[in-house]
């Protein structure tokens, strides 16, 4: 019976959860949740979505009339006034909090990467009045230094094999390209995000070529422009490839290349910012939550859990803040699975809903830049070999980047961001040369490594609410494509947590029940 409810998928069955605080009166469908479980085998929560306002909190402004940075300008302003009255120097009457976060918002959202951010932008852009809804961004550092955001190479690519995948891609990239109507800010220059339109180039073997053209039947069913080449076509475009091993490639004729990842963060950190969104420079280390234990018609016994409170520890201190919420999302990127276990999922017997973890894990990612004078040239699009290795070019020195997806069995201890320079000796540049033999002379200049928010079930991400933690939703998981995602995938979380369900593009089989069901959501194309 539960298997079947989950296979609904989304309805007002699992998604009529209001926003509003314990405090306030929750108007969260606990109790209509629990009342209609038993009769009908589905989570008959009401599909009406209340919004609850409450007036500004003690240290910050509410959301849509005085942002943050206006607020602290304020506090700092009556400081001096008031020090400027008082005798004697340094002794302040009021202590600065304005670095806590509020006791209490609607929206809590644990990491302020690409796809937090996004949720945030989104959350605010569709909210029906402006100002309803409060949402605070928590992050834990500032610097991002080891976010998967600024880490990533920022490529945008339509080729993918699901139709979902496509979708999110194509919508990201009117995004990007429309950048400036998105996410403009009075006064603040325009950005500048650095896109260099180019191509994805992959190549595939005898055995990968089926495959291949039916992923490209599904691209332009879809809408993408996608072209298959023959080797002798392939030969004759790009000629310093050496073609042998491969009976086919596919290459972008459209809506595809890269762009600067820092650029597309700040620009939605200033936005949202702009639109009322608060931040936290902070830790996310626990969650209060209460259980309401049931059973199905069929008997299966379920615990349905709701988050009270999140609790936050400041930087640079021992304390925490409590920050009492209606509704919380993760967004913490490869860190992801440790905070929903914190929030008790995963921790029940194998095999049950209970028991069934949030599968997105930290796996280390090498990105190798080198100089090659004689390389392919600025006609370089990304190729994709079939080995796993894969580059572009970047910027217009003779200068390319790339790295190489390992099995399995090769992947990286996850512990640091150390850069292996064996790996690149032993593991990339034999393929990379072998494709492409003007790299046989190419010079290591510099490299990074990165976590990608690895989903180990399916590579795919994950979005929507939990099944069971009933104010828990996901925006996390999107392995090696969550950059070029993140302003659809944003868009889809916003709307599953405002309107019940997925408005503009379906993503049902990203959704967490997925785990449970075994139902894998299996992407062909990743690199
Ligand atoms: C080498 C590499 C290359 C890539 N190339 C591409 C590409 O070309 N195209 C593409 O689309 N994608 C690419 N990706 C993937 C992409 O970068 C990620 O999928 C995406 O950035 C994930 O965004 P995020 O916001 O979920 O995670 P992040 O950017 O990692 O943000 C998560 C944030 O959560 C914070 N956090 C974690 N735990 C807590 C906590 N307890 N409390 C508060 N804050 C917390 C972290 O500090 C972090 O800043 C690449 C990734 C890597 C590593």
Same mark, same amino acid.
């Given at each position: 019976?539960?298997?079947?409810?989950?296979?609904?998928?989304?309805?007002?069955?699992?998604?009529?959860?209001?926003?509003?605080?314990?405090?306030?009166?929750?108007?969260? &469908?606990?109790?209509?949740?629990?009342?209609?479980?038993?009769?009908?085998?589905?989570?008959?929560?009401?599909?009406?979505?209340?919004?609850?306002?409450?007036?500004?909190?003690?240290?910050?402004?509410?959301?849509?009339?005085?942002?943050?940075?206006?607020?602290?300008?304020?506090?700092?302003?009556?400081?001096?006034?008031?020090?400027?009255?008082?005798?004697?120097?340094?002794?302040?009457?009021?202590?600065?909090?304005?670095?806590?976060?509020?006791?209490?918002?609607?929206?809590?959202?644990?990491?302020?990467?690409?796809?937090?951010?996004?949720?945030?932008?989104?959350?605010?852009?569709?909210?029906?009045?402006?100002?309803?809804?409060?949402?605070?961004?928590?992050?834990?550092?500032?610097?991002?230094?080891?976010?998967?955001?600024?880490?990533?190479?920022?490529?945008?690519?339509?080729?993918?094999?699901?139709?979902?995948?496509?979708?999110?891609?194509?919508?990201?990239?009117?995004?990007?390209?429309?950048?400036?109507?998105?996410?403009?800010?009075?006064?603040?220059?325009?950005?500048?995000?650095?896109?260099?339109?180019?191509?994805?180039?992959?190549?595939?073997?005898?055995?990968?070529?089926?495959?291949?053209?039916?992923?490209?039947?599904?691209?332009?069913?879809?809408?993408?422009?996608?072209?298959?080449?023959?080797?002798?076509?392939?030969?004759?475009?790009?000629?310093?490839?050496?073609?042998?091993?491969?009976?086919?490639?596919?290459?972008?004729?459209?809506?595809?290349?890269?762009?600067?990842?820092?650029?597309?963060?700040?620009?939605?950190?200033?936005?949202?910012?702009?639109?009322?969104?608060?931040?936290?420079?902070?830790?996310?280390?626990?969650?209060?939550?209460?259980?309401?234990?049931?059973?199905?018609?069929? &008997?299966?016994?379920?615990?349905?859990?709701?988050?009270?409170?999140?609790?936050?520890?400041?930087?640079?201190?021992?304390?925490?803040?409590?920050?009492?919420?209606?509704?919380?999302?993760?967004?913490?990127?490869?860190?992801?699975?440790?905070?929903?276990?914190?929030?008790?999922?995963?921790?029940?017997?194998?095999?049950?809903?209970?028991?069934?973890?949030?599968?997105?894990?930290?796996?280390?990612?090498?990105?190798?830049?080198?100089?090659?004078?004689?390389?392919?040239?600025?006609?370089?699009?990304?190729?994709?070999?079939?080995?796993?290795?894969?580059?572009?070019?970047?910027?217009?020195?003779?200068?390319?980047?790339?790295?190489?997806?390992?099995?399995?069995?090769?992947?990286?201890?996850?512990?640091?961001?150390?850069?292996?320079?064996?790996?690149?000796?032993?593991?990339?540049?034999?393929?990379?040369?072998?494709?492409?033999?003007?790299?046989?002379?190419?010079?290591?200049?510099?490299?990074?490594?990165?976590?990608?928010?690895?989903?180990?079930?399916?590579?795919?991400?994950?979005?929507?609410?939990?099944?069971?933690?009933?104010?828990?939703?996901?925006?996390?998981?999107?392995?090696?494509?969550?950059?070029?995602?993140?302003?659809?995938?944003?868009?889809?979380?916003?709307?599953?947590?405002?309107?019940?369900?997925?408005?503009?593009?379906?993503?049902?089989?990203?959704?967490?029940?997925?785990?449970?069901?075994?139902?894998?959501?299996?992407?062909?194309?990743?690199?």
């Amino acid at each position: 019976m539960l298997r079947r409810a989950l296979r609904f998928g989304l309805g007002p069955a699992l998604l009529g959860r209001g926003l509003g605080t314990q405090r306030e009166g929750s108007t969260l &469908g606990k109790a209509e949740g629990s009342g209609g479980y038993r009769g009908s085998g589905v989570f008959s929560v009401s599909s009406h979505v209340t919004f609850r306002t409450r007036g500004p909190g003690p240290r910050w402004e509410d959301s849509g009339s005085l942002g943050a940075g206006a607020w602290d300008g304020k506090v700092s302003e009556i400081k001096k006034k008031i020090q400027s009255i008082l005798p004697g120097g340094a002794w302040s009457p009021l202590c600065d909090t304005s670095h806590l976060p509020p006791e209490h918002s609607d929206v809590v959202i644990v990491g302020g990467g690409v796809l937090g951010l996004s949720v945030a932008y989104w959350l605010k852009r569709l909210e029906k009045q402006r100002g309803a809804i409060r949402v605070l961004v928590v992050e834990r550092d500032h610097t991002y230094s080891q976010a998967s955001t600024v880490l990533s190479v920022g490529g945008i690519r339509q080729q993918f094999s699901l139709p979902e995948n496509i979708q999110l891609s194509l919508f990201s990239v009117e995004f990007l390209r429309n950048i400036n109507e998105y996410l403009a800010v009075v006064d603040d220059p325009p950005l500048d995000l650095q896109f260099n339109p180019s191509g994805y180039l992959f190549l595939a073997s005898e055995e990968g070529a089926t495959i291949m053209e039916n992923n490209v039947k599904v691209q332009r069913q879809e809408g993408a422009k996608v072209c298959l080449m023959s080797p002798e076509q392939l030969q004759k475009k790009f000629p310093w490839i050496n073609t042998e091993g491969v009976a086919l490639a596919s290459y972008g004729l459209e809506n595809e290349g890269w762009f600067d990842p820092w650029c597309l963060l700040q620009g939605l950190r200033r936005k949202v910012q702009s639109m009322g969104v608060l931040f936290c420079h902070g830790e996310v280390t626990r969650f209060v939550s209460s259980s309401n234990h049931m059973e199905t018609a069929s &008997g299966e016994e379920v615990t349905l859990k709701r988050i009270h409170e999140v609790h936050v520890k400041v930087d640079h201190s021992q304390e925490y803040q409590p920050v009492e919420c209606a509704i919380v999302v993760i967004a913490a990127g490869a860190w992801s699975g440790q905070i929903a276990e914190l929030a008790g999922i995963g921790k029940g017997p194998p095999g049950t809903l209970q028991g069934t973890k949030l599968p997105v894990e930290p796996r280390k990612r090498y990105v190798y830049l080198w100089h090659c004078p004689h390389g392919p040239g600025l006609e370089a699009p990304l190729v994709a070999d079939p080995s796993g290795a894969y580059f572009r070019r970047e910027g217009l020195g003779n200068n390319y980047l790339g790295g190489y997806s390992p099995t399995e069995e090769e992947e990286p201890d996850p512990g640091n961001l150390e850069v292996d320079h064996e790996f690149f000796q032993e593991k990339v540049w034999p393929h990379l040369a072998r494709r492409v033999p003007a790299f046989e002379t190419l010079k290591v200049r510099h490299a990074w490594a990165g976590y990608y928010d690895y989903n180990t079930f399916d590579q795919n991400g994950v979005v929507g609410p939990h099944p069971l933690v009933v104010n828990m939703y996901f925006a996390t998981g999107f392995s090696g494509h969550g950059l070029q995602q993140a302003p659809a995938a944003g868009r889809a979380v916003a709307e599953v947590m405002l309107e019940g369900r997925f408005q503009t593009i379906d993503l049902s089989p990203f959704l967490f029940s997925r785990f449970y069901l075994g139902e894998k959501a299996q992407e062909h194309c990743i690199i």
